[in-house]
């Protein structure tokens, strides 16, 4: 087990396109894949993708958000590997974003409320799931980490991005 450093904004890692991976048995990605799990939960994070950790490998994990706050269900955790997103519609939501690479901060970033994910988990089986809200959300989130893309580039408002420490000024319903 290792706790890999995590890339911050500005690191040219984090805007670079990742490579697809071949082999999701390979001895260094299964290692890495271990190495991203227990990074992303040292760090308290959602999800975490393999270009956080410098790695420009097309994998990303996070957890499946549960629809019960007291449900800390490990079987949540999803291994998303080469992944597609296709929207299911137009619809698009607002909701407060975080992300480990751009620390302290959040912002309101609109994101489509609907998708269709696709790809391999760890053991190369496929993964073809619908996903709406935050679980849509996480996964739209980490595999924009894929393409190059923080969630600041994502936002319509920049007077959204704010300071943890300064959100007791934005939490009206409209955020
Ligand atoms: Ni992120």
């Known amino acids: 087990m290792a706790i890999l450093k995590i890339a911050k904004m500005g690191n040219p890692v984090l805007s670079k396109v990742a490579k697809k991976v071949n082999d999701p048995q390979n001895p260094e990605i299964v290692r890495l894949i271990q190495d991203m799990v227990d990074t992303m ?50 619809d698009i939501f607002y909701d407060w974003e975080g992300c480990l690479s751009v620390p302290d901060l959040r912002g309101w970033v609109p994101r489509y409320k609907s998708i269709l994910y696709k790809g391999i988990d760890h053991l190369g089986n496929k993964i073809e799931t619908k996903a709406e809200g935050l679980h849509a959300r996480v996964v739209q989130h980490e595999c924009d980490h894929l393409y190059g893309y923080l969630y600041p580039q994502r936002m ?17 319903p409209e955020g």
């Open 156 to 172: 319509k408002n920049l007077d959204k991005l704010v300071f943890n420490s300064e959100m007791k000024y934005h939490l009206s």
């Open 41 to 90: 939960i040292d760090a308290n994070g959602l999800g975490l993708a393999a270009p956080q950790v410098h790695v420009s490998k097309q994998i990303v994990v996070f957890y499946i958000p549960s629809h019960n706050e007291n449900d800390e269900n490990e079987e949540l955790l999803t291994i998303l590997i080469n992944p597609l997103i296709e929207p299911i519609n137009n």
